[in-house]
């Protein structure tokens, strides 16, 4: 099967913005929606984003999620980041009937 | 809103079986098209899928883990099972119950169990 890798850890600025990449080692992000999850610290995952590139009403416009082909890729981008928003994030794709998630970043705000 | 709730022993021994419940309420466990789904996360480790039962009856998991898992649903009781046999000190983790729907993500989630493999 196939495998997402992620950066282990990104850091930035409150205020900033970060990217989160998560490439797929085999057959075509395009082919298979990508979806990230955040999970904080003692907490369960939350959806941020579904079919590449589709928030959750409750989400604010901050997230934002893109695919890109020439690298076999899918990024989550965080605009005006909040302290808040340091936690765990896990990008999640399947093949057929297999789930598979990414090994997960963790994002600190400082 | 649908809500989720693992039950289980937090402690099996090993080489005994695992065996979880998730009950779901504020919604129905038939007739949605959901894939009901087990997922694991070990200590300081990220999210490992474990497999689902859809809607329709059928199931899919991990391929790591297929010898050793079933997934199973009592619709009348609104509840849905994990069974994992033969487990070892690796099978330790933090046991999440989910409901994948269309989109096919995650959209519900347990609070999560710990369950350690210990004798």
């Known amino acids: 099967n196939f495998m997402l890798t992620q950066p282990h850890s990104v850091s930035e600025s409150p205020g900033k913005t970060v990217t989160i990449s998560c490439t797929r080692s085999?057959?075509?992000?395009?082919?298979?929606?990508v979806q990230w999850y955040q999970q904080r610290p003692g907490s369960a995952p939350t959806n941020l984003i579904y079919?590449?590139?589709?928030?959750p009403s409750r989400v604010p416009d901050r997230f934002s999620g893109s695919i890109d082909s020439s690298s076999n890729s899918a990024s989550l981008t965080i605009s005006g980041l909040k302290t808040e928003d340091e936690a765990d994030y896990y990008c999640?794709?399947?093949?057929?009937?297999?789930?598979?998630f990414g090994g997960g970043t963790k994002l600190t705000v400082l | 809103q649908v809500q989720l709730q693992e039950s289980g022993p937090g402690r099996v021994q090993p080489s005994q079986t695992l065996s979880l419940t998730c009950t779901v309420s504020?919604?129905?466990?038939?007739?949605?098209?959901?894939?009901w789904t087990w997922i694991r996360q070990h200590p300081g480790k990220g999210l490992e899928w474990i497999g689902y039962?859809?809607?329709?009856?059928?199931?899919s998991y991990n391929p790591s883990l297929k010898s050793r898992t079933t997934i199973s649903v009592d619709a009348t009781k609104k509840q849905f099972f994990l069974r994992l046999k033969s487990v070892t000190a690796a099978d330790t983790a933090v046991y999440f119950c989910?409901?994948?729907?269309?989109?096919?993500?995650?959209?519900?989630w347990g609070q999560g169990i710990l369950v350690t493999v210990a004798s």
């Open positions: 989910a409901r994948e729907g269309g989109g096919f993500h995650l959209d519900s």
């Open positions: 504020g919604g129905s466990i038939s007739g949605g098209g959901h894939y």
């Open positions: 039962r859809f809607d329709s009856g059928s199931t």
């Open positions: 085999s057959g075509s992000v395009a082919a298979n929606y």
């Open positions: 079919e590449d590139d589709q928030r």
């Open positions: 999640q794709s399947y093949d057929g009937n297999i789930r598979v």
